[in-house]
């Protein structure tokens, strides 16, 4: 029987000064590439344009009709309501009036179709809603509800940014206003119309009775 030893070679373990010479030894490699990495980092701080942000945020006022007279066919909800608002605030004509009468994007324009600076116009405008927990009045029970949204544009000029966002938020007031009269119109005719059954129903009723000789209804016995 033969015995075969393996004999294994203990690996250097390298110690805090062997990394202090190693770092001597390529100090000039690590700051020129230090140095190099923090200037381009300045230049594009320098170089690069500023973007200014303006915001608005516009609060959602609770339904003025009861909603126990009022079905679900006609309540919008407010998510709903927001994103009908923004199909009409967000259309191509809407705006397309607005970049010229800010005069947004001249370069753009100059080279590209009204299609491709509406879509720009698109992605510097941010619409977000903004919920928060509440207790539902009827069930008492805690739910989340959009409370909120905003209304936002950037701009390389933080006074066109204002001027814009202001404008955007101008429309979609009142394009709000616009739904609630649509809608209080829909209730006044749900209103009415529920007026006009219950004073059917009570016609029918009355000629049910029967009547006396004097022509008045005759009261029921058993």
Not at 29 to 50: D, T
Not at 56 to 67: C, F, K, N, V, W
Not at 114 to 125: G, H, L, Q, S
């Amino acid at each position: 029987m033969t015995t075969q030893l393996h004999s294994q070679e203990s690996e250097p373990v390298q110690s805090l000064q062997d990394y202090v010479a190693m770092f001597h030894r390529r100090r000039t490699l690590i700051v020129l590439a230090g140095g190099v990495l923090l200037g381009l980092s300045l230049a594009a701080a320098f170089l690069w344009p500023a973007t200014y942000k303006s915001m608005a945020t516009i609060l959602i006022e609770e339904q003025e009709i009861p909603s126990e007279l009022v079905h679900s066919t006609i309540t919008s909800y407010a998510d709903q309501r927001i994103e009908t608002i923004k199909q009409q605030v967000m259309s191509r004509t809407t705006l397309w009036k607005v970049v010229e009468q800010y005069n947004l994007y001249p370069d753009l324009r100059r080279t590209n179709p009204a299609e491709e600076v509406v879509k720009r116009f698109t992605k510097d405008i941010a619409v977000e809603v903004i919920s928060a927990d509440v207790v539902d009045k009827r069930t008492q029970h805690p739910t989340k509800a959009t409370i909120a949204f905003t209304v936002a544009y950037q701009s390389n000029s933080p006074d066109l940014a204002q001027k814009v966002a202001n404008e955007l938020t101008s429309l979609f007031l009142g394009e709000n206003l616009k739904s609630r009269e649509r809608q209080a119109q829909e209730a006044t005719s749900f209103l009415q119309q529920e007026a006009e059954n219950l004073s059917s129903t009570s016609a029918r009723w009355m000629k049910r009775l029967p009547r006396s000789s004097t022509g008045r209804a005759a009261p029921c016995r058993n």
